[in-house]
Every structure is written in structure tokens, then in C-alpha cells.
């Protein structure tokens, strides 16, 4: 079946450490993206990715970096700099940046301070 | 820039009521609007959306219609469940300058069925 695939589940970062969040898509989509969601604020755009090697900051990008070497891949990671880290991210991806279809999203990774 | 704004919740609701919650929306030009539910733990799936103006979008008995002169897209069911309990996001997919093909979500509401 096709869909994105976010691992993993659950994951917990120690003081000055980085850490790495999967995401992948099987649906053949141009567009890929990260959010981050808080309690009661809803999701925001951390970065965005709308063709291979490619990609841009959204609105929270501070403390995040991103790479797309590949279609299917979209990795995340939180560096030491994000001083807040704890949240659940949401990986997305879409046909098109551009065009009026929705985001498909994974099933979101439980980031946690230790 | 796009913002949507939902009404607060959480909202709580027996077997069969009716529900709404609203959604208003500000953005550039003909935007599509989209509703996202999200149960416990899981990401958000696509419930219905919207393209163009007075569009209806439904699915599982849930219906929103996009009214472009008051800019809102209100969530409508005629008889929940308690299987509908999960966390409802109307989000807007702009099509003016830099917020072109970017979703901006509204801060989502939390649904509560009882039986």
C-alpha cells in the first residue's frame, strides 16, 4: 500500500544532542514537508521540500535542517540549537507544492527531552 | 499573510447530536480549504475538501461548503458517534505570492462523543 512511513514512534534526545527523524513516501510525490505540533497551536511548517535537492525554511525553520537527495526521502533534523524540542512532528508530502491537491500525512514521531 | 481561525473547544456532545464547528478563513484570492481529522496518536487524514467557491465537500456523513463572501467553511454533521471523537483541523492551501501551494492549519478542535 502506499503512504509515508515517519520512524521513529517515539524518540528521546539528551542535552546538546542531535537527532534524526525518518520520513518516507512511496506515492511518487513531488512535495514533502515537516510540521511540528504543539498543544492547542495547531501544526506549523518547519520546512518544505517541493523537488530533489531542493527545499525551503517555513515559518519555525530555527534549530531544524533538512536534506532531499532523494524523491521518497525527506529527513529532519533537530539540532542543539532547538531549544524547545519536545513535540510531535508530522511529515506530509503532496503531488504538487503547487497545486490544489491535499497533503498526505505519516503518523508522526513523540519527541522528548531526556 | 493566510491565517484560519476555529472556534475553541473542546467541544463535548452526546450520541446524535448535531455538530458544527466553525471555520473562517483569511487569505488572497480562491484558496482550497481542507478538513483534517486526527484521532489519538496518529497523523491527520484528509476528511473532505473544497476548490472554488460554494463547492460542498462531504465524506462519512460530514459536509462543510466553501461560502467565499463571509470566508468560512463551518464543519456540519447531522448525528455523531462516539467513534467521531478525534481532533478536527480546517486548514486553508493559499495561492498568492509566497503562500503559494503552502497549507496553513487553524489550531484544531477537540471533539468529545459520549453515548
Known amino acids: 500500500d502506499g503512504g509515508i512511513t515517519q520512524s521513529p514512534k517515539y524518540l528521546f534526545r539528551k542535552e546538546g544532542q542531535n537527532v534524526t527523524l525518518s520520513c518516507e513516501q512511496n506515492?511518487?510525490?513531488?512535495?514533502m514537508y515537516w510540521y511540528r505540533q504543539d498543544p492547542g497551536q495547531g501544526l506549523r511548517l518547519i520546512y518544505y521540500s517541493q523537488i530533489v535537492n531542493d527545499f525551503q525554511k517555513g515559518d519555525i525553520a530555527e534549530g531544524y535542517s533538512v536534506s532531499r537527495e532523494k524523491k521518497e526521502s525527506f529527513p529532519l533534523t533537530v539540532t542543539s540549537a532547538q531549544k524547545n524540542p519536545t513535540a510531535f512532528y508530522l511529515c506530509?508530502?503532496?503531488?504538487?507544492?503547487?497545486?490544489?491537491?491535499?497533503?498526505?500525512f505519516g503518523d508522526g514521531t513523540r519527541l522528548s527531552i531526556l | 499573510g493566510d491565517s484560519v481561525t476555529q472556534m475553541e473547544g473542546p467541544v463535548t456532545l452526546s450520541e446524535e447530536a448535531f455538530l458544527t464547528i466553525n471555520c473562517t478563513y483569511t487569505a488572497t484570492g480562491y484558496p482550497s480549504l481542507f478538513w483534517y481529522v486526527q484521532y489519538p496518536g496518529e497523523g491527520l487524514q484528509l476528511l473532505l475538501k473544497a476548490t472554488k467557491a460554494d463547492d460542498k465537500g462531504s465524506n462519512k456523513g460530514f459536509e462543510a461548503t466553501y461560502r467565499k463572501e463571509t470566508t468560512s467553511f463551518h464543519l456540519e454533521k447531522g448525528s455523531v458517534q462516539v467513534s467521531d471523537s478525534a481532533v478536527y483541523f480546517c486548514?486553508?492551501?493559499?495561492?498568492?505570492?509566497?503562500?503559494?501551494?503552502?497549507?496553513?492549519f487553524g489550531q484544531g478542535t477537540i471533539l468529545t462523543v459520549h453515548p
Open positions: 486548514a486553508l492551501r493559499g495561492v498568492g505570492g509566497t503562500s503559494y501551494g503552502k497549507l496553513t
Open positions: 506530509a508530502s503532496s503531488i504538487a507544492s503547487g497545486s490544489n491537491q491535499p497533503q498526505h
Open positions: 506515492l511518487n510525490h513531488d512535495a
